[in-house]
DNA sequence: GAGTTTGAAACT
DNA sequence: CAGTTTCAAACTC
């Protein structure tokens, strides 16, 4: 009776209506996809950009957590309907499987996806040979990775073959997957979105890497969702990404690799660098184990807490030398990567953090501090710096012409060379003859200058006290309004030397890195991510600006957003403003190489606009005029000065100042003010609360 | 890859 | 400000 009391109540839509109620679900459609959460992952607490995590959908780990999960909690009746919701699942990834191959030839996302199931399903088949296979290598992929979710379906993942995928596979997959998302970001195909479903995965696979990110619980499974990722991971991604274009899914992807790493605490953390490593790096540089991971992990947690010292940490970092180092220079593009070992990159010595920028997970330094994560360490070291000397940050190089960059080439050809630039400070080489990159001056491409006081010198883009290149070339040269004694000491190059060294100069891979925005690459250590450069020299500041910045015109008005959607095309500063080229630098940085900017310290930013001639920054004492500006001094004196992290940046068009009238010549500096969310505001794919107020790592430093 | 050299940065 | 030390990059082998 009551048995066919309850038949006729199953079927009455009160029932049904309960059972949409119930935490166990009915397994239909593709809300089943819901159950993910269910396994084990706690709602997303704090992460509040879910589209960074949609990589972790294929983290291996996710194998292990779900089948434990379905083994070791589930009740019967979760099993059943685990057993059930599992099918459903496969036959839906199924079809989208086939929905893909469908279009394997029409849409490269398809494609990508098809090609990211393959590898997937080859590693799985790797490590788990006797998983189902069916009709098709996709299909056999997917299916097998559902049954890991499903655990009654197919055969138990054994921890140490979670482990072995995990650990040796966790790096590549990621890749992979992220690469596959990118596309399909960018390709948008809708013929692979499912937001519904994958909107669920991401928030579930996103919780999983909180817990995995805080430290707490590295082994923390998550679900699986292997087989989902491939729309997921699309979809994931919030649409205001999907509309800006590659280049901008790029920065965001790249971020989401630099926050996809575990196990960490801080994803960009040094010491999780050690654990995160490229798969690459995982199989063959890094010598962590699991436990050693959590060893790391508890290290930097620890030094949070301030148990463990900077020593400690750095001692550890040291004894586990994760990453060979890499040439500063190590990609043909001009990307810098630190090799810090004792400042913690909390140093002018690091480049990155005299850049203004983050390190990236490419870098191969230890200790690291220069993370998004310590954002106060840094923003506090830099205040120090700036405090000793406000110039500090400021570009090194400075062009000696207010002339737009494009007058300031030298028609040669087809090409065009830059004027001459010099080093603010000069070098002060003795042995290098400034002929080798110990030279800054050298370094940076330019000539030395009566500010040098290097002995026998012959730099070859400029000895000191030769005659200026811009006098004999006859070109326009100095500024009447640039500091300093640079007119005096106007680079003194022989007009062949010169022409070389300029020509030299203009070979895209000889520029020195002057335009942040560019990012180069990421945390990821692919190096066809765009990775800010940490251009410390402005020398030639138009080839390397990002293709992307090129475009778009901009007005002064809202220099702004003109710096966040472009480029200025060709544009630098001649000479830096601090607060001017910091913001530019802010804006351009994708998120990725996340810059520290001292426009963040408070949360606000300044915009130096300046509309004067870019040369009137820069006083008679070498001290940009921003600095002397009081209005700005009296609250911003060290921000501003530190607001120019990357002394390599270079400024706003300076066509667009031209265009702004002469009346802001000279005293008509504009600043621009812009409310700026807090440092990590270029990179919403940071938590940045998450990792800020960190003790400084070394009361010496 | 390890060790050395170099000069800037930091320190005194 | 000058001298010294420290540091990391550049360089050499």
């Excluded at 090194?396 to 028609?411: A, C, E, G």
Aim: with cysteine.
């Amino acid at each position: 009776m009551l048995l066919f009391l309850f038949c006729v109540f199953q079927d009455s839509p009160i029932f049904n209506y309960i059972n949409n109620l119930s935490p166990i679900k009915p397994v239909k459609g593709p809300s089943e996809i819901q159950v993910f959460p269910v396994l084990n992952s706690p709602p997303p607490s704090k992460r509040s950009h879910t589209h960074q995590q949609p990589i972790h959908l294929k983290s291996p780990d996710c194998h292990n957590i779900s089948f434990q999960e379905d083994n070791n909690t589930a009740g019967p009746s979760l099993e059943k309907s685990s057993l059930k919701s599992s099918e459903n699942i496969l036959t839906k990834m199924t079809d989208a499987v086939n929905q893909m191959e469908t279009f394997d030839n029409e849409d490269d996302n398809v494609l990508a996806s098809s090609t990211h199931v393959e590898k997937v399903q080859e590693e799985h088949e790797l490590s788990h040979p006797k998983s189902v296979d069916n009709d098709g290598k996709s299909r056999s992929c997917l299916q097998s990775n559902i049954c890991v979710n499903g655990a009654s379906v197919d055969q138990p993942y054994d921890q140490p073959l979670v482990a072995q995928v995990g650990k040796s596979q966790l790096g590549k997959r990621r890749r992979l997957q992220f690469e596959v998302a990118q596309d399909s970001i960018v390709e948008s195909d809708p013929h692979v979105q499912n937001s519904s479903n994958t909107a669920a995965i991401s928030e579930v696979v996103e919780s999983s890497v909180l817990q995995t990110t805080r430290g707490s619980t590295v082994n923390v499974s998550k679900p699986s969702g292997i087989g989902l990722h491939l729309n997921s991971i699309v979809n994931a991604m919030p649409l205001r990404y999907l509309s800006g274009g590659r280049k901008k899914l790029t920065s965001v992807s790249s971020q989401t690799q630099d926050n996809m790493q575990l196990p960490s605490i801080s994803p960009n953390s040094n010491l999780v660098e050690n654990v995160s490593a490229t798969s690459e790096e995982y199989a063959h540089h890094t010598p962590y184990s699991n436990s050693e991971s959590m060893k790391i992990v508890e290290y930097r947690e620890q030094f949070d807490q301030g148990s463990l010292n900077s020593a400690q940490v750095e001692a550890y970092g040291r004894s586990n030398p994760k990453k060979k180092r890499k040439k500063t220079e190590s990609s043909g593009d001009g990307c810098k990567f630190c090799n810090c070992k004792k400042t913690k990159c909390l140093k002018l010595y690091c480049d990155c953090f005299a850049a203004g920028i983050y390190c990236a997970d490419s870098c191969s330094c230890q200790g690291c501090f220069n993370k998004p994560e310590y954002e106060n360490t840094v923003l506090e070291t830099r205040q120090q710096i700036e405090s000793r000397d406000p110039l500090a940050f400021a570009p090194k190089i400075v062009p000696h012409s207010t002339k737009s960059p494009r007058s300031q080439m030298l028609d040669d050809g087809d090409q065009v060379t830059p004027l001459a630039a010099r080093h603010k400070r000069g070098c002060n080489c003795k042995k290098s003859m400034c002929m080798k990159k110990y030279c800054e001056c050298y370094q940076a491409n330019v000539g030395c200058s009566e500010g040098c006081r290097c002995e026998g010198c012959q730099n070859t883009f400029g000895i000191k006290g030769a005659p200026s290149m811009a006098k004999e070339t006859g070109m326009e040269s100095v500024n009447e309004n640039v500091s300093d004694s640079f007119d005096e000491k106007n680079l003194k190059v022989g007009p062949n030397r010169a022409r070389s060294s300029l020509l030299e100069l203009h070979k895209p891979h000889n520029l020195s890195p002057q335009t942040p925005s560019f990012q180069c690459s990421t945390h990821g250590n692919d190096a066809s991510e765009a990775r800010v450069y940490p251009g410390r020299y402005v020398t030639s500041p138009e080839s390397e600006c990002p293709p992307y910045m090129t475009t778009t015109p901009k007005s002064p008005n809202n220099s702004v957003k003109m710096d966040q959607e472009s480029y200025p095309d060709g544009e630098f500063m001649d000479e830096f403003s601090p607060g001017d080229w910091s913001t530019s630098r802010a804006q351009y940085l994708p998120p990725t190489r996340m810059r520290f900017s001292p426009l963040g310290f408070h949360g606000s930013s300044v915009t130096l606009f300046s509309g004067a001639k870019p040369s009137c920054n820069i006083s008679d004492d070498d001290t940009p005029t921003i600095l002397k500006d009081s209005a700005i001094q009296q609250h911003n004196k060290v921000k501003v000065a530190s607001s120019s992290p990357n002394k390599k940046r270079v400024s706003p068009p300076r066509i667009r100042l031209h265009e702004l009238g002469s009346s802001t010549l000279k005293s008509g500096r504009k600043f621009i003010l812009k409310a700026v969310s807090s440092f990590p505001p270029l990179t919403p794919c940071i938590d940045s609360k998450q990792t800020s107020n960190h003790p400084p790592p070394d009361d010496t430093l």
